[in-house]
């Protein structure tokens, strides 16, 4: 049974892993993309959109608790100033992953994860989604004048 084993330990000791995702992450955010392998890619994604979705919100306790998580202060001021901007409307779903086949030399399963709003490529062919909710509202209906009946049937 796997109760309790969400986060994928990737083949590394805990410091290892934190300082990779870290530094994956930094790279993310400067470069907008990588190409790594899927399991990485997967476990990034769980590790940058929290971060992503706290730099929303520009203030000192958020800042803090992403550097620690980055532990760098150029990805940190990136992620506040230019990307936190481009996708503040966006209510998650930050990054994406795109499998890419397998890499020549150990025929891993490669993968190319980016930060969704970049990508003009992707983005061109559709057009601007209309903001929706997920609750149901009641649409107004058009008035439409009532007739006065009562002087035509008189006559």
Known sequence: MRHGKKINHLGRKTAHRKAMLANMACSLIEHKRIN???AKAKALKQFVEPLVTKSKE????????????????DAVTELFREVAVKI????GGYTRIIKLGNRLGDNADMAMIELVDYNEIYNAGKPAKKKSTRRGRTKKVEATPV??????EEE
């Open 88 to 91: 503040g409307d966006r209510p």
């Open 58 to 73: 520009d203030t000192t306790h958020n800042r803090r608790i992403v550097f620690a998580r980055l532990r760098q202060k």
């Open 36 to 38: 790594t392998t899927v």
């Open 147 to 152: 007739a006065d009946t009562t002087s035509n």
